[in-house]
């Protein structure tokens, strides 16, 4: 329950009654907690995703439906990466085998229908 008062001011303007409003909010704070819990169990869930995704030897990009990357874990970064700035980080691993990111950097420049 819910109360609500409030005092109704006379001629005088001397209190002469008080106004209580009561109203059920009982299904509010129940639609409250289940959308919290909805969204307690959404981020565990993007958390789990996002540990999985990040410790997979794999590299990883999701793009949106214009193509737009939304998505990447550190090994499609270390893929993706400008050649200079992997000279910089002295990473020869970094650099994409022959073939592989032509394949995916081309496959993203395709427009979808």
Request: hydrophobic share 40%; glycine share 2%; no cysteine.
């Amino acid at each position: 329950m819910d109360v609500i008062t409030a005092p109704v001011f006379g001629a005088s303007d001397k209190p002469i009654r008080m106004l209580a409003i009561w109203r059920d909010v009982t299904e509010a704070r129940k639609a409250r907690d289940e959308a919290e819990a909805a969204r307690h169990e959404a981020e565990r869930l993007a958390e789990r995703l996002s540990a999985v995704l990040e410790s997979t030897m794999d590299s990883v990009l999701v793009v949106d439906r214009s193509w737009r990357i939304s998505y990447f874990n550190i090994k499609a970064m270390r893929l993706l990466q400008p050649a200079s700035q992997a000279r910089n980080e002295n990473r020869t691993s970094s650099r994409p085998r022959e073939g592989r990111a032509g394949a995916v950097l081309s496959a993203a420049d395709k427009p979808r229908n």
